[in-house]
């Protein structure tokens, strides 16, 4: 399981870029996940709490986005997204290809959160 | 107690998340080019028969060239010590619960060695299909390893990593017709996930298609420039 070793990572970027924009709080990170980059959605939902812990961003939430397969069919001249990742074939016209353009990312998307309230007295 | 936020704002960031890999392989790749030396990175399931096919591997290159060979492994250091007879560089890179191998861990794992001095290098991942698809390391060339008797289907069951991967071999090719294994559907199973991809078939043990292999590595290494030794 390298989720783990993903969400560490996704951690301290999200840590870095709250810090530079100033974000006090991170109420949620939404992460884009290609179907085809070996990261299994319920393995880093799990692992991200992980390794949030004791961190500025603990408690924020993870929000999963997974994104399809998009191919470019050569034969087409067009692009296609493809229902299940494999086969690597065109919808249209059966063209086999290798011409990924969507469905690899373990991306960072973005956070939302603000400025902590100050209690009022 | 959950505190509140005053005006939520949204910040997009785009990034990707093994970026600090990524970066790092980067710098391998270009280090290991500046010192000629070509980098094969092997992953497959436990019992494939990887480091059985890199000592026979190792051994016949370093007739002529000199090798390394770096192996990562949860626990022991068997393979490192079965490689080592071939004459290589052998270096074990014990992980621990870790299933994969990452950039930083090749990085710390080069500092005993003089790049300069090494025409091949080896990189033996640790047995998974599904981790070490995501890490890059600054290889040339990721081959894959399937053997005949995990079934003919298998590559259909980790696409990701035989789409990450450059060239397949099926390892105890031998073995093939002992279990019905049904070669034009492998072939098939394998184009799934990467149309045309190269793919070798070898035994270690009965001496098959092991040079085609080998003479396919020094090729791709000459085409890349490194240091020639004829």
Same mark, same amino acid.
């Given at each position: 399981?390298?989720?783990?070793?993903?969400?560490?990572?996704?951690?301290?970027?999200?840590?870095?870029?709250?810090?530079?924009?100033?974000?006090?709080?991170?109420?949620?990170?939404?992460?884009?996940?290609?179907?085809?980059?070996?990261?299994?959605?319920?393995?880093?939902?799990?692992?991200?709490?992980?390794?949030?812990?004791?961190?500025?961003?603990?408690?924020?939430?993870?929000?999963?986005?997974?994104?399809?397969?998009?191919?470019?069919?050569?034969?087409?001249?067009?692009?296609?997204?493809?229902?299940?990742?494999?086969?690597?074939?065109?919808?249209?016209?059966?063209?086999?290809?290798?011409?990924?353009?969507?469905?690899?990312?373990?991306?960072?998307?973005?956070?939302?959160?603000?400025?902590?309230?100050?209690?009022?007295? | 107690?959950?505190?509140?936020?005053?005006?939520?704002?949204?910040?997009?960031?785009?990034?990707?998340?093994?970026?600090?890999?990524?970066?790092?392989?980067?710098?391998?790749?270009?280090?290991?080019?500046?010192?000629?030396?070509?980098?094969?990175?092997?992953?497959?399931?436990?019992?494939?028969?990887?480091?059985?096919?890199?000592?026979?591997?190792?051994?016949?290159?370093?007739?002529?060239?000199?090798? #390394?060979? /770096?192996?990562?492994?949860?626990?022991? @250091?068997? !393979?490192?010590?079965?490689? $080592?007879?071939? +004459?290589? %560089? *052998?270096?074990?890179?014990?992980?621990?619960?870790?299933?994969?191998?990452?950039?930083?861990?090749?990085? #710390?794992? /080069?500092?005993?060695?003089?790049?300069? @001095?090494? !025409?091949?290098?080896?990189? $033996?991942?640790? +047995?998974? %299909? *599904?981790?070490?698809?995501?890490?890059?390391?600054?290889?040339?060339?990721?081959?894959?390893?399937?053997?005949?008797?995990?079934?003919?289907?298998?590559?259909?069951?980790?696409?990701?990593?035989?789409?990450?991967?450059?060239?397949?071999?099926?390892?105890?090719?031998?073995?093939?017709?002992?279990?019905?294994?049904?070669?034009?559907?492998?072939?098939?199973?394998?184009?799934?996930?990467?149309?045309?991809?190269?793919?070798?078939?070898?035994?270690?043990?009965?001496?098959?298609?092991?040079?085609?292999?080998?003479?396919?590595?020094?090729?791709?290494?000459?085409?890349?420039?490194?240091?020639?030794?004829?």
């Amino acid at each position: 399981m390298h989720e783990l070793s993903i969400a560490y990572n996704l951690v301290e970027i999200a840590v870095e870029t709250a810090e530079q924009n100033h974000l006090q709080k991170v109420d949620v990170l939404h992460v884009k996940i290609g179907v085809l980059s070996g990261v299994v959605k319920e393995a880093l939902e799990f692992s991200f709490d992980i390794a949030a812990q004791g961190t500025p961003i603990e408690g924020a939430k993870l929000v999963v986005h997974e994104v399809p397969l998009k191919i470019f069919c050569p034969n087409c001249q067009k692009m296609h997204v493809l229902k299940k990742p494999i086969p690597l074939v065109c919808p249209e016209c059966r063209q086999r290809t290798g011409e990924i353009v969507e469905g690899k990312e373990i991306e960072l998307y973005s956070l939302e959160g603000g400025d902590v309230l100050e209690p009022s007295d | 107690m959950s505190q509140a936020i005053k005006q939520p704002r949204i910040v997009k960031i785009r990034e990707n998340v093994l970026k600090k890999n990524d970066m790092l392989a980067r710098e391998l790749r270009k280090r290991f080019q500046e010192n000629g030396v070509y980098v094969v990175n092997l992953v497959s399931s436990p019992g494939s028969g990887k480091t059985t096919l890199l000592t026979e591997v190792l051994t016949r290159l370093s007739n002529k060239y000199k090798t #390394a060979a /770096l192996v990562g492994d949860l626990a022991t @250091e068997n !393979d490192a010590e079965r490689l $080592e007879k071939s +004459g290589a %560089l *052998v270096h074990q890179i014990t992980t621990g619960t870790v299933c994969h191998l990452e950039a930083q861990m090749i990085e #710390a794992s /080069l500092k005993q060695w003089n790049l300069a @001095e090494i !025409d091949f290098l080896f990189i $033996e991942n640790v +047995g998974n %299909l *599904v981790c070490p698809s995501s890490y890059d390391l600054g290889e040339n060339i990721r081959a894959v390893l399937f053997s005949t008797t995990e079934g003919e289907d298998k590559p259909e069951k980790y696409p990701t990593i035989v789409n990450s991967a450059d060239v397949a071999i099926i390892t105890k090719i031998d073995l093939a017709d002992a279990v019905e294994f049904d070669k034009e559907r492998f072939y098939e199973s394998i184009y799934k996930s990467r149309p045309e991809m190269k793919i070798f078939e070898v035994s270690a043990k009965k001496d098959e298609g092991i040079d085609e292999w080998i003479d396919f590595l020094i090729k791709e290494k000459n085409l890349l420039g490194g240091q020639s030794i004829n």
